[in-house]
């Protein structure tokens, strides 16, 4: 059974980098079928997509984020990463990361348990 | 950007109703169409994918319909572990978009 788990600091302070890495176990983030993704939801409110890594390193992002996102890919350790630069408090979230299904029209079909990450000095 | 709106926002129902959620996109998104439930506390749980394909592991009661901009969820038969938000979202184009989600209650 595949598992995603979200890693990294629960509080970051304004204006500097949130960082967090996604550990897939139970399959191999190598394969040709899947993209990796980040998804953040705010307390109460919606999802919100990020960003979407492919294993060979290809890359793509939310317009509304892509001047401050970077994502990573380390096969040889079997996770991916994101970064989000000069965070504010409107970046405060659980963020998510997913697996989305090539063949299957790209659903999120995998998910992390998510990890609440609060901008705050 | 794709706009998805969900209708309605929030909903009561009983155990053992039928209910139905629509999704409307701004601009076409073919089948490229996922629902998702969502339980407090929990990450999202693909339930159908292709607008109308059951994701493997879902209940037979759950089923999705449409194409283009107009899409629905029914669930048939209400669980007491139904009772959560449910989000739509394309995946025609990026960005990937969700609706704003629909909050499934106990009457």
């Known amino acids: 059974q595949l598992q995603l788990q979200e890693s990294g600091p629960g509080l970051v302070k304004p204006s500097e980098t949130l960082s967090l890495t996604c550990n897939v176990s139970?399959?191999?983030?190598?394969?040709?079928?899947?993209?990796w993704g980040w998804i953040r939801q705010p307390p109460g409110k919606g999802l919100e997509w990020i960003g979407s890594i492919y294993y060979t390193g290809s890359t793509y992002y939310n317009p509304s984020l892509k001047s401050r996102v970077t994502t990573s890919i380390d096969t040889s350790k079997n996770q991916f990463s994101m970064k989000l630069s000069s965070v504010t408090a409107a970046d405060t979230a659980v963020y998510y990361c997913?697996?989305?299904?090539?063949?299957?029209?790209?659903?999120?079909?995998?998910w992390g348990q998510g990890t609440l990450v609060t901008v705050s000095s | 950007d794709i706009q998805m709106t969900q209708s309605p926002s929030s909903l009561s129902a009983s155990v053992g109703d039928r209910v139905t959620i629509t999704c409307r996109a701004s601009?076409?998104?073919?089948?490229?169409l996922n629902w998702y439930r969502q339980k407090p506390g929990k990450a999202p749980e693909l339930l159908i994918h292709?607008?109308?394909t059951l994701q493997s592991g879902v209940p037979s009661r759950f089923s999705g319909s449409g194409s283009g901009t107009d899409f629905t969820l029914t669930i048939t038969s209400l669980q007491p572990e139904d009772f959560a938000t449910y989000y739509c979202q394309q995946s025609y184009t990026a960005p990937y978009t969700f609706g704003q989600g629909t909050k499934l209650e106990i009457k």
């Open positions: 997913a697996r989305l299904n090539y063949y299957d029209n790209y659903p999120f079909d995998y």
């Open positions: 601009q076409s998104s073919s089948i490229y």
């Open positions: 292709s607008a109308s």
């Open positions: 139970g399959g191999s983030i190598s394969s040709s079928s899947y993209y």
